[in-house]
């Protein structure tokens, strides 16, 4: 075992000091393999966050959200229809929430604006999230008019704005005093957007959406574990689509390896020739072919991967955000928690290190095989 | 079909695997009828030439398929929250009639792929490579296995359907389903408990005897055999139980969940090392010409099975230490007063 390892370490050793002499042509192609890791990384790393900040944030929604349609659109859940559906054995809250969006035509964009019963702020009064403050240039304490969608004019004052943490909720969100939302919509006291229901034991929730569904028939009963369900398939959908499309340049790369490796310098071959020569075998030059790519591969899966962490977590992944979380005028600000996952570190390594590895091995067999007699000769 | 980035990586990986040993096949044919290490002819030297890149291409494609298994394993229990009804791996196998086979075929070839590199090993070491047709005829051997598992693997993968209501662990180890699953799930605990300790403490018994004289590979390959699915029906029948710490629960893969601190992954590992190193012993066994040996093999073949003995008898000790722990450190007791 110590005299493989001393062998091994000693191949290393003349691997770097070969690499060395060629550095030029070794710089470039980790260049060009560390921005495809780069990329790949950036990917993986934004998607899986990503994942990690929907899961965590929807684990605080209804367990089922009740909406009610008319002629298959959305419509009013009535006083009279959230009481047929309570009480349910298992349910432990049903609650008829008010919200709805606006278009503010000042800023170009949307508003959701919802009532709140617990805690509401004062009449007049409204609490607006971050994305809010920031678009219309307000702080707390100053006056917001909106246009309601029947004509008249409100102004609110702003009495809270939510910090940035939150901002993946309620970047566009305005929460009013229930009288102030009615007044503004002009919707009557008795309706409301949709009701959210609270299900005590988390195995029951099935049961409980069925037995909703036939106490509202018509009505769309959507479950948590469905949302959550939806967003991942989402993520999943944009990122593999994402890397689908980058796997292509890891076959172009791959390509430029095999070129890369095949076409040797003459010194190269001459190298390989007197190697040979002086009793090294084609297992030999073979192996140190190999730690060659390994070691190639090693510094740009790490450079890649250090520049994906830092892309991602620090400069919030300008390149590949718009792809895998959209955009929208008043799109949330959000900081993303820092995670690797192991099998994200396998799944990339399969994507990028494989097949660098398979397509180097051909022309490093090619390069073994050489003839030291014909390439020192210089008819190889 | 589900496009996620395991599926991606899987896909390259096993279609590498399946397309390099099929294009590895007319060498290894080609060696299996006029290999002659004697023979200094040019079809002899270039069949050496070829042995070299097709060896190194394998053992690269193959050393792959242990990290596939386990990439394959974690890409089920992850795509679960994806189908109704699924709570872990067993969910996502299930969703198609090819989950469970795409596995079993992986698991298949993850034990033959080490066979290979065993015998490749222990060929390269020797300067007259007694074991190229052996390990060639287990390369030909390979192939269909290779084929099969990339082919089990692109029908899974395609055929997963967000729409259909899967079935979760709870429902294939209870009473009105297959009769493998509900037969380890109902085995009583007082029989379970001392078969399995006692196989694979015997299994462990055998392997220190295989290191320790330093050759009866095929014994310790008999008792690999055995052990394996004795281990993996304590999983479902006992062990699971005790890790979940609740009387009902036999999934066998719900452990693997980060709830559980991956404890699943430390189970198999040790369990699947082992199995692979007593088979690879009986392997290395069964194939090394014992007439004619050279000096070479002598040395070689006795010291790679004492090595394979040494690590399946700490693969054994670990599983029985493990899971002693785990039956006397859960709060489930299910021994009487135990």
């Known amino acids: 075992m110590h005299a493989w390892i001393n062998r091994q370490s000693l191949l290393v050793d003349y691997t770097l000091s070969a690499l060395a002499r060629h550095a030029g042509r070794n710089l470039a192609i980790l260049a060009v393999y560390s921005c495809l890791v780069f990329v790949l990384a950036s990917t993986m790393l934004f998607s ?40 349910l054995r298992g349910v432990s809250r049903i609650e008829g929430r008010r919200w709805g969006y606006f278009y503010d035509p000042a800023v ?39 246009r309601s969608p029947e004509g008249p004019l409100h102004v609110f004052t702003i009495e809270g704005v939510f910090r940035e943490e939150s901002s993946l909720v309620s970047t566009d969100l305005v929460l009013m005093h229930p009288e102030d939302w009615i007044e503004f919509f002009q919707v009557a006291s008795d309706l409301c957007t949709d009701a959210a229901v609270t299900v005590v034991n988390p195995a029951e929730v099935r049961n409980v959406a069925r037995k909703v569904a036939e106490r509202l028939p018509g009505s769309r009963v959507v479950l948590k574990e469905e949302i959550l369900r939806t967003y991942d398939s989402l993520f999943d959908w944009r990122e593999g689509l994402l890397l689908a499309l980058a796997s292509l340049l890891a076959a172009s790369f791959a390509v430029l390896a095999w070129n890369k490796a095949s076409g040797l310098a003459a010194d190269e071959r001459r190298e390989i020739g007197i190697l040979k020569a002086i009793g090294w075998d084609t297992r030999d030059v073979l192996t140190m072919k190999l730690w060659e790519g390994a070691l190639v591969s090693g510094c740009a899966f790490g450079t890649g991967l250090l520049a994906a962490w830092i892309h991602v977590f620090h400069f919030r992944a300008p390149l590949v955000a718009p792809v895998l979380a959209g955009w929208s ?20 390594s399969f994507l990028t290190i494989f097949p660098y590895t398979l397509a180097t091995l051909v022309p490093a067999w090619k390069a073994a095989i050489t003839d030291p007699d014909a390439v020192m000769r210089g008819s190889e | 079909m589900i496009l996620d980035k395991s599926v991606l990586a899987l896909l390259l990986a096993s ?51 242990a990290p596939a298994l386990l990439l394959f394993v974690a890409a089920a229990d992850g795509m679960a929250s994806h189908f109704v009804g699924a709570m872990c ?23 033959g792929t080490l066979i290979w590199l065993v015998l490749n090993a222990v060929d390269g070491g020797c300067r007259d490579y ?40 709870g429902s294939l180890f209870s009473s009105d389903s297959s009769k493998v699953a509900n037969d380890l799930a109902s085995l009583p605990v007082r029989m ?5 300790f006692v196989v694979l403490a015997t299994a462990a018994a055998v392997a220190a005897v295989t290191a320790w004289r330093g050759r009866g590979g095929i014994w310790l390959g008999l008792a690999g055999v055995v052990a394996f ?19 009902l629960h036999h999934c066998p893969f719900c452990f693997l969940k980060p709830e559980y601190g991956y404890r699943g992954y430390a189970f198999y590992g040790i369990l699947f090392v082992a199995t692979a190193a007593a088979v690879s012993a009986a392997a290395l066994g069964l194939l090394s010409p014992r007439e004619n040996a050279s000096r070479d093999l002598q040395e070689r073949v006795p010291r790679a099975t004492r090595t394979l003995g040494l690590v399946a008898l700490a693969g054994y000790l670990s599983t029985v230490a493990v899971s002693g722990w785990q039956v006397l450190a859960s709060g489930l007791k299910l021994l009487g007063d135990a």
């Not at chain 2, 296995?145 to 993968?157: D, R």
Request: hydrophobic share 50%; proline share 6%.
């Open chain 1, 48 to 87: 899986d966050a990503l994942r990690r900040e929907s899961r965590a944030l929807l684990s605080h929604s209804p367990d089922v959200l009740i909406q009610k349609l008319s002629a298959g659109r959305h419509a009013f859940l009535t006083a009279a229809d959230v009481e047929r559906i309570g009480p």
């Open chain 1, 108 to 146: 170009r964009a949307n508003y959701t604006l919802m009532a709140v019963a617990s805690d509401p702020p004062a009449r007049g009064s409204i609490r607006v999230g971050e994305g809010v403050a920031r678009l219309s240039g307000l702080a707390k304490g100053n006056a917001l008019a909106l």
């Open chain 1, 329 to 348: 005028v008043l799109y949330p600000r959000f900081d993303l928690t820092p995670s690797l996952d192991p099998w994200m570190l396998l799944t990339l």
């Open chain 2, 15 to 65: 279609g590498a695997g399946a397309a390099g040993t099929l294009a590895a096949a007319p060498h290894a044919l080609a060696v299996l009828r006029r290999w002659d290490l004697s023979s200094g002819s040019a079809s002899q030297l270039r069949l050496e030439r070829m042995s070299t890149l097709v060896s190194t291409g394998m053992a690269l494609l193959l050393l792959v398929q």
């Open chain 2, 89 to 111: 791996a067993i969910g996502s196998l299930k969703v198609n009639p090819f989950g469970f086979p795409a596995l079993i075929t992986q698991i298949a070839a993850f034990f």
């Open chain 2, 130 to 169: 007694p074991l190229t047709r052996a390990k060639h005829g287990v390369l030909v051997a390979l192939i269909p296995l290779m084929a099969a598992s990339f082919g089990l693997e692109i029908a899974y993968f395609s055929g997963l359907d967000a729409s259909v209501i899967t079935s979760c662990c």
């Open chain 2, 192 to 196: 379970a408990i001392p078969i399995y």
């Open chain 2, 229 to 247: 699915p004795v281990g993996l029906a304590g999983i479902v029948s006992f062990l699971s139980l005790y890790v979940y710490e609740d009387p």
